[in-house]
């Protein structure tokens, strides 16, 4: 089935650096997202990215959708202590009643550390 | 408030003793999934639900039920429960299927069989 490389599994960073992760894919998507989950929650969703080639914005973090549709990544600059947690980046095929692939692929999670 | 509730949100059972984890939304959200996150393999779709009385098979279907028989709720069931199905379980929800839609996700159930 399809997949989603997330890289870097973990990071580990000093407070006040930047923080860049990316998603990558053999598969074209049409939407893809950002979440980051907490611990002992759920993943809430940071942004949300349709159409290839767009750079979206959500205070200090910054997410692209890549040009070629099998790639995003998202930056988070100066990081602060509540920025830890895990993100995921998820991608969403285009849905056909021949196919069916409409479902949304997660990728493993990239762990954020942050160094006081 | 606009959510998604899941319970219970800890269970730990035995071997083959049956049990359901419930899961609803109260935004009217046509699209319902289920998913468990284990260390390592991060979010992995269990069934989802596109609508009433339809539902799908994900990724890893083997061991569970689902059902939805109303639009608010989506309950996953475990029929005879094994060690492997200790998990982390999410239940999400979005609008719709198509590209302009996000899932919401609950809080989590943390289950482990014993």
């Known amino acids: 089935g399809q997949q989603l490389n997330q890289s870097p599994q973990s990071m580990f960073i000093q407070e006040g650096e930047d923080v860049s992760m990316n998603c990558t894919s053999s598969s074209i998507f049409n939407t893809w997202l950002w979440y980051k989950q907490e611990p002992g929650e759920g993943p809430v969703l940071l942004i949300a990215l349709y159409k290839a080639g767009e750079l979206t914005s959500n205070g200090r973090l910054t997410a692209q959708f890549g040009i070629t549709r099998k790639d995003s990544f998202l930056n988070i600059s100066a990081s602060i202590p509540s920025d830890v947690g895990i993100y995921f980046c998820a991608g969403q095929l285009p849905f056909t009643y021949m196919n069916r692939d409409d479902k949304i692929i997660f990728g493993k999670g990239t762990r954020l550390h942050i160094l006081p | 408030e606009a959510q998604v509730t899941q319970n219970p949100r800890y269970l730990i059972t035995v071997t083959g003793k049956k049990l359901t984890v419930t899961c609803s939304q109260n935004?009217?959200?046509?699209?319902m999934s289920w998913y468990r996150q284990d260390p390592g393999l991060g979010l992995r779709q269990i069934y989802y639900?596109?609508?009433?009385?339809?539902?799908d098979k994900g990724d890893v279907p083997e061991g569970y039920k689902v059902s939805r028989k109303e639009k608010r709720n989506f309950p996953l069931i475990l029929e005879s429960p094994s060690p492997n199905q200790t998990s982390l379980y999410f239940c999400?929800?979005?609008?719709?299927?198509?590209?302009?839609?996000?899932?919401?996700f609950g809080p989590g159930t943390r289950l482990t069989v014993l």
């Open positions: 935004m009217n959200h046509e699209y």
């Open positions: 639900s596109m609508n009433v009385e339809v539902t």
């Open positions: 999400a929800s979005s609008l719709g299927i198509d590209s302009y839609n996000e899932q919401f």
